[in-house]
């Protein structure tokens, strides 16, 4: 029996990370948590080339390959053993993150990207995706370190962003579930373990 696999998406500042951690941590040993890019030896090069090298260029389209590339290692390397051995897989970021920063945000064809991933992952997807969604100011607020290649894009690419990610969720809502991100970090883990007992009562 596979194990259930969970992505969390969310724009900068959304506090999916910390949240994927939470409930990485309350599901023990039963969970793998996981991220992306970079949790592979080669997608740790593809984060530097792509998040971490701004004097690098790269066209919108060798970016998204760049991340399909990740992606298909992470699948084949890290998730894919995982879900077959029955853990609950918690990623940090996955398809989502294409469709709404290289399809949305670059402006590439949203359709051509989440294509491209699903030929990357063998047609691997989450089955529930948690987004978590904040206002502006607030990502504003918490983002005070210093920002990588695509966090520094500019206002109007994080707002295409942020409408793709909304755009997903309604198209597929059984999959989908929008999560106030901008409450305590102990609200908005209560309210992701509500939608993940919901979804998954063997994990509670």
């Known amino acids: 029996m596979t194990g259930h696999f969970i992505a969390f998406e969310g724009g900068e500042g959304s506090g999916k990370s910390t949240q994927a951690h939470r409930l990485a941590d309350r599901l023990g ?3 793998l948590f996981t991220f992306e890019p970079g949790d592979t030896a080669l ?3 593809v984060r530097r080339l ?3 090298a701004p004097d690098l260029d790269i066209t919108d389209r060798a970016e998204a390959l ?3 590339a990740d992606r298909a290692q992470h699948v084949a390397e890290v998730i894919e053993p995982a ?3 029955g853990r609950t ?3 940090d970021r996955f398809a989502g993150s294409s469709i709404a920063y290289q399809g949305h945000g670059r402006q590439l064809a949203a359709a051509e990207v989440e294509q491209l991933s699903r030929w990357a992952t063998q047609g691997r997807w989450p089955d529930l995706i948690v987004l978590l969604q904040i206002g502006p100011e607030v990502a504003e607020g918490r983002l005070r370190r210093s920002r990588d290649r695509l966090e520094s894009a500019g206002d109007a690419f994080h ?3 942020h409408d793709g990610y909304l755009l997903q969720a309604m198209e597929d809502p ?3 579930a929008v999560v106030d991100g901008s409450g305590s970090e102990d609200e908005v883990a209560a309210a992701i373990w509500d939608v993940v007992s919901i979804r998954f009562p063997d994990l509670t």
């Open 83 to 85: 879900l077959a051995a």
């Open 89 to 91: 897989v918690i990623c």
């Open 174 to 176: 059984e999959r989908w």
């Open 43 to 45: 997608g740790a090069e």
């Open 29 to 31: 040993g039963r969970a």
């Open 50 to 52: 792509v998040l971490d």
């Open 159 to 161: 707002r295409r962003v």
């Open 66 to 68: 760049l991340m399909a």
